[in-house]
């Protein structure tokens, strides 16, 4: 019986570590909670930010803001979600390079600066307007950067029996974000002259930033990273220190660790890309399948309903455009309540169940929903209620697609694998406003769009069929079973 981290690199630089059983044996602790809230406020910021900049917009073509044509204000959300594609894709090689914490520090920095940069945007000529992109570029670069190395190192240092379901709540939490969001720009808007507010508005993300900045800085580096990197000592003060603040919360005397659960590691280069496509595309063909195929359902839905939902109050059931915020509220808690109920069931009942269950229920809901909207018997409040019961499932169902990405590739690709499916999903889903937005039209033509209500349940249903025959049953498992680390050898005994 062994709790050692390491029994050291042998001659041929192989280092045993049991450093992955001592992670997942430990009970919850407030270790866990703070990694948690210092780590989970990426959802809220991004929640948070979608949400401000889109309320903003319209005010941003007024006289006395920056006085923007409509084209001008509908390009800044395209290059801020190409800008969370570029962050993703950067900063998630370099998340598996250089560290998960060297990582989310850098990435929230780069979402602040950007950010506060958007508040400072003053004019409207060619230099102002080309400031303004570059800021809100940035912004999507640092908060994009912040999927990859977040999910990683939430998975990387929570015991397995939680996993699912605080990956599943922390990434729900986007909808608190939308929520906060949505009640800053009502206020703001009706407490401020509008020259004054939209500058504010960006700078309540940093705000909130800024307060989760001196947690970030306290967290260790991920333990299983450095055993990988074979920085031993450095993974073996780190899995001391968490030890030391559960066993400081009042835990009972952790158990020593079988040294049959070790697992033994050649550090090797960092991954390139042709390494890392060999990797997802031939060594693990149908999890990345599975991975781009959740991924894209689930973006191409969110994507057509959440950026049009305005635009069916207004258009399809005459609300007042000042009254369409209070629904996004009632949409909003419906996704956040889904991931903080159902998520616990991802663990005890399993992944391919609940992921399988979310997808196909969500879609059929939809379906349904559908025909209702095309026979007539919806309405403004009954169609929103339509809404929060379909996206309680199917945001739960969301939440695990970001689950299952970054839980079931090898460690040391593990950022890079978040950030290409993420790519990939925002590439496919933003055809979906597009889309449903030449399908309102005037809103007149109900049966076009019952049509596309019906392809988003049909697309939904088939991410959960995927699920179904491809699923990997991850629940209660140690990554290192999930998904054996590329560094991993066989040493004989």
């Known amino acids: 019986m062994s709790s050692s981290a390491t029994a050291g690199p042998g001659a041929s630089g192989v280092i045993r570590s049991v450093i992955p059983a001592r992670i997942d044996r430990l009970p919850w602790a407030p270790f866990h909670t703070r990694m948690v809230m210092a780590l989970g406020v990426a959802w809220v910021l991004d929640g948070l930010?979608?949400?401000?900049?889109?309320?903003?917009?319209?005010?941003?073509?007024?006289?006395?803001?920056?006085h923007l044509t409509s084209g001008t204000v509908g390009f800044i959300a395209t290059v801020y979600l190409l800008g969370e594609v570029f962050g993703a894709l950067l900063f998630g090689k370099l998340s598996d390079a250089l560290g998960r914490k060297n990582l989310f520090i850098v990435t929230l920095g780069v979402?602040?600066?950007g950010n506060a940069a958007t508040a400072l945007v003053w004019g409207n000529d060619t230099l102002a307007i080309g400031f303004l992109f570059l800021t809100r570029f940035v912004a999507g670069m640092g908060i994009g950067g912040e999927y990859a190395a977040i999910n990683s190192a939430i998975d990387e240092m929570m015991p397995a029996r939680y996993r699912g379901r605080v990956d599943i709540a922390v990434n729900g939490t986007y909808w608190a974000g939308a929520i906060l969001g949505t009640l800053g720009e009502l206020f703001l808007l009706n407490a401020l002259p509008h020259s004054i507010a939209w500058r504010v508005g960006f700078l309540i993300g940093p705000v909130l930033g800024l307060c989760i900045w001196n947690l970030r800085r306290h967290l260790p580096e991920s333990p299983r990273w450095l055993?990988?990197?074979?920085?031993?000592?450095?993974?073996?003060?780190n899995i001391a220190f968490i030890e030391r603040e559960v066993r400081g919360a009042g835990a009972a005397e952790l158990p020593p660790i079988d040294d049959s659960k070790a697992i033994d590691i050649k550090p090797q280069d960092p991954v390139n890309f042709v390494h890392l496509a060999k990797v997802l595309f031939v060594q693990y063909t149908s999890r990345s399948i599975l991975s781009a195929t959740l991924?894209?359902?689930?973006?191409?839905?969110?994507?057509?309903i959440f950026f049009t939902y305005t635009l069916v109050l207004t258009k399809v059931y005459g609300i007042n455009s000042s009254l369409a915020p209070a629904f996004l509220i009632a949409f909003a808690v419906g996704n956040l309540a889904g991931p903080l109920v159902l998520g616990h069931l991802f663990d005890s009942l399993g992944r391919r169940k609940m992921i399988a269950g979310t997808y196909i229920l969500s879609g059929a809901l939809l379906a349904l929903s559908a025909i209702a909207f095309q026979a007539g018997l919806l309405n403004a409040y009954t169609q929103t209620a339509c809404w929060c019961v379909i996206f309680f499932f199917a945001s739960s169902g969301a939440s695990a697609a970001y689950l299952t990405v970054s839980e079931?590739?090898?460690?040391?690709i593990r950022a890079q694998a978040i950030a290409l499916f993420f790519a990939i999903a925002q590439c496919f889903g933003a055809f979906g406003p597009w889309f449903y937005g030449r399908l309102i039209g005037s809103g007149a033509d109900h049966g076009a769009l019952t049509l596309g209500y019906l392809i988003g349940a049909g697309v939904m249903v088939v991410g959960g069929l995927v699920e179904v025959f491809l699923g990997i049953d991850a629940e209660g498992k140690s990554l290192e079973d999930v998904a054996?680390?590329?560094?991993?050898?066989s040493v004989p005994v």
């Open 295 to 304: 991924m894209i359902t689930q973006s191409f839905l969110y994507n057509a």
């Open 111 to 113: 979402y602040l600066a």
């Open 408 to 412: 079931i590739f090898p460690m040391e």
């Open 49 to 66: 930010e979608i949400t401000i900049a889109g309320a903003i917009g319209a005010v941003l073509t007024e006289k006395g803001t920056l």
């Open 227 to 237: 055993i990988m990197h074979g920085r031993e000592q450095e993974a073996e003060d």
């Open 484 to 489: 054996n680390p590329l560094s991993q050898v």
